[in-house]
């Protein structure tokens, strides 16, 4: 029983493509987020949800677009790949505030 | 601009001796503290944490320490075990924060 799933795990793609990834909890927790990892290995925040709406959106280029269907889901569609995109991006839940996180296994996204 | 800083890339520590991570934040709004552990092509799971109303908190061998007038927290594990070596992750958040700020891990290696 996976408590945080995405999908999928690796991604290759070419620059100028258009590619989503999937994110679902099952935690019944009411807040999402995506997160960057670069190759400096930093964890950046992108995006936060709460309850289905945006409240976070940390200067993300708008080729980045979240979409968050119901709680249990936060997808991430990306246009136009470019190569700066290749990195792994995790997905996590939360309830009752940002502190216990539980995190995805994480999408390496390569843009070739 | 990194708010949350681990300064140390990378520990090596023999099985059974103390294992002790530091981190720095620079944020004055910080008031909760997290530490992360993460295996490779694995998602971060939750470690540890502590509120800025503590200065120490202690879960197994695993124990906190929060030190607000330096803006500095360890991470103390005793004893170092096989399985601890993995990448740790700092993270902090402030109150009205919907988001953690990480930061660049500190990867732990335990020598036989």
């Known amino acids: 029983d996976t408590a945080v799933s995405q999908t999928p795990k690796y991604l290759v793609t070419q620059m100028g493509n258009d590619k989503s990834i999937k994110c679902e909890q099952n935690l019944g927790h009411d807040t999402m987020y995506w997160y960057k990892q670069d190759s400096k290995k930093f964890l950046k925040i992108m995006f936060s949800?709460?309850?289905?709406?945006?409240?976070i959106n940390e200067t993300v280029p708008n080729r980045f677009s979240p979409k968050s269907p119901d709680k249990a889901h936060l997808n991430l569609h990306i246009n136009s790949l470019e190569l700066g995109d290749s990195a792994v991006y995790f997905c996590a839940s939360s309830q009752d505030g940002p502190y216990e996180q539980y995190f995805g296994p994480g999408t390496r996204l390569t843009v070739t | 601009d990194q708010q949350v800083k681990q300064n140390s890339p990378s520990l090596s520590v023999q099985e059974g001796r103390i294992s002790i991570l530091n981190c720095d934040y620079t944020?004055?709004?910080?008031?909760?503290f997290l530490w992360y552990k993460k295996y490779p092509a694995e998602g971060p799971t939750f470690l540890i944490s502590?509120?800025?109303?503590?200065d120490k908190n202690e879960d197994g061998r695993f124990t906190v320490f929060l030190n607000k007038s330096a803006k500095h927290l360890s991470l103390h594990i005793v004893p170092s075990q096989p399985g601890d070596s993995a990448v740790y992750f700092c993270?902090?958040?402030?109150?009205?924060?919907?988001?953690?700020?990480f930061g660049a891990g500190t990867t732990v290696t335990v020598r036989a």
């Open positions: 949800y709460n309850n289905k709406e945006l409240i």
């Open positions: 502590i509120s800025s109303i503590k």
């Open positions: 993270a902090a958040s402030g109150t009205y924060d919907y988001k953690l700020s």
């Open positions: 944020n004055s709004m910080f008031d909760y």
